[in-house]
């Protein structure tokens, strides 16, 4: 047996065993998902009124749950990809599985979700376009422009983008003017 099936093996009979399982391990054994607990913790937290309690088996038991419906989603929306001949998993094969699989109350909610966070991704994708037009000329800052946007710092630091846009305009515009006057 080699170590890392010997691992496996003995997280196998561990309910409170989280994460993946079946890393080659051939066709008999399942795939198991499990959030980490903190998550898990914090999604009831926000969602139950202040004045309830969860017990840590209660916790754990969320856990699985979630996993499991995170398992048969992604299956049910993996034969949504298949029957369209595709390999890639999209947002709209998730829809008709969440459909298939009666939870069609969440439907709305996940549409509304889903089109908020296009819109983020596409200002995120049309600032940092932006950014590189300004900054083309120094391509440090277009380096650190890149980091930023990748960082999600972006949206914390728009002021100092503005202001970093402003000065690169006004710059160009001084440089243009004295080589007009030259």
Known sequence: MSPSTNDAADHEDDPTSPSLKNQGMGPASTIEFEPPLACVRRILRKSLPSSTNVGKDASTAFARACGIFVLYLTACANDFCRENRRQTITANDVLAAVT?????????????????????????????KSLSSLNSANPKEDEQVTAMVADGKDDEDDEAVDVQMEDKQQEEENASTTSTKS
């Open 100 to 128: 298939e699989l009666d939870f069609d109350e969440f439907i709305p909610q996940l549409k509304t979700f889903l089109e908020r966070y296009r819109a983020e991704e596409k200002t995120k994708k049309e600032k940092k």
